[in-house]
């Protein structure tokens, strides 16, 4: 019965977007995929991925599918902060563009610095005739962390000599929805490290609207789409995290996903890069793996035309999708140990992302992670020890 009554909400939903105009009406997203040889199968085998990972039942395919094809309703602005771009060119993969970076490359994108040929004058007037024209209807998303306060300047953009600070505070005052897309503009990023010269934070640090926070460095792409999609179909934020991330992306523990976590709980481990374990494919945390403080999906949609992620090439989780790794998850190489666990208590701690235990039962834990480890190396010495 319930089911029934989210499926007849949806549908709802989806017909009223439906009688929105299309933003582009030279063509349809179906006929631009049938364009680029994408087929019927493939797009709904992607539908079924999508509505998988977004825990609705197999019966929603089609109302998945029917939402991204309704994607050219909704206008989108996207702005760039202090960032590298690693965002946005994980969505578009341009080597290998997938159905997801197909379908966000013809939606209304109405202002990307990335991808618009406008340049100066022309595309600070595009970015404000898109805010104006579709105020309280446009999706904003955010990359990048921004320079704060008297430290502004340090992000100084176009011929008005705005800071990413006035123009992302600007677009969100008359934003439908708010994204901050990967970790510096989930947290502040690699730019907000201590000690921190040019004052950058989150995008939440300067609305005091709500922000969803689609952390990673850089997110998956079908993180990206996915989080879209669910504000499409839904019209509502997505069930979200202690810190602001959708539960259906970042519930669990890579840890608690990782295909060595076998290893793990048999104490067996890489002592070193390079040695026999490491060619065996044992767990990764004694050389600095951080799958047990960190929450993703990155197992599932791994990276690269989804070929691989970073576990599976031999190297440990760094943490880049938990608030600022680059202080609290370094050195890379190491295990935390128990150095972290003054950080969980800051954020509510990670567990309760999941709303399944504790803070404290978090640290206990760690500790018993850090205990397996340790006791391993006496369990299980290295050929020829006595």
């Known amino acids: 019965m319930q089911e029934q009554r989210l499926y007849e909400k949806l549908t709802k939903r989806l017909s009223d977007l439906e009688k929105l105009p299309r933003l582009r009406e030279e063509k349809s997203i179906e006929s631009h ?8 199968r493939d797009f709904m085998k992607w539908a079924s991925a999508i509505t998988a990972m977004l825990a609705l039942p197999g019966t929603f395919t089609p109302l998945v599918a029917k939402a991204a094809k309704l994607s050219d309703r909704l206008p989108i602005i996207w702005l760039h902060m202090a960032e590298c771009t690693g965002c946005s060119e994980s969505l578009l993969r341009t080597d290998a563009p997938t159905i997801d970076s197909l379908i966000f490359d013809y939606i209304s994108l109405e202002y990307h610095e990335t991808l618009m040929a406008a340049a100066g004058w ?4 595009n970015l404000e005739h898109a805010i104006e024209t579709y105020k309280g209807q446009y999706i904003l998303m955010v990359e990048g962390g921004i320079p704060s306060g008297n430290s502004a300047h340090y992000l ?10 006035y123009s992302a505070k600007k677009a969100s005052k008359n934003a439908a929805a708010i994204f901050a897309i990967g970790t510096c503009s989930s947290y502040g990023g690699v730019q907000a490290a201590i000690p921190n010269p040019t004052g950058a934070v989150a995008l939440s640090k300067i609305t005091d609207k709500p922000v969803i926070n ?25 069930a979200l995290d202690a810190y602001n991330r959708p539960k259906w992306a970042y519930a669990n523990r890579v840890h608690d996903l990782c295909e060595r976590r ?11 890069f390079g040695d026999e374990g490491a060619k ?14 960190t929450f993703n999906n990155c197992s599932k949609n791994k990276f690269n035309s989804h070929m691989s992620w970073p576990i599976q090439a031999g190297h440990g989780c760094i943490g880049c999708s938990e608030p600022d790794f680059w202080d609290t998850m370094g050195p890379f190489e190491e295990p935390v140990a128990n150095r972290l666990y003054s950080t ?43």
Request: one cysteine or more; charged letters at 20%.
């Open 344 to 386: 969980v208590f800051k954020g509510l701690g990670a567990d309760a992302t999941a709303d399944k235990i504790g803070v404290g039962l978090l640290t206990v834990t760690g500790i018993g992670i850090a205990a397996h480890a340790a006791i391993s190396k006496f369990k299980n010495p290295k050929d020829g020890e006595e």
């Open 262 to 272: 076998g290893h793990f709980d048999a104490g067996e481990f890489v002592e070193e």
């Open 33 to 40: 995929l049938e364009e680029k040889g994408v087929s019927r």
């Open 122 to 125: 022309q595309a600070e007037n």
């Open 214 to 238: 689609v952390p990673g460095c850089p997110p998956s792409e079908k993180n990206i789409v996915g989080t879209l999609l669910h504000y499409i179909l839904y019209g509502t934020l997505p």
């Open 156 to 165: 100084t953009i176009g011929g008005h000599g705005h800071t990413g600070e």
């Open 280 to 293: 065996k494919g044992y767990c990764l945390y004694k050389v600095g793996c951080k799958g047990p403080y």
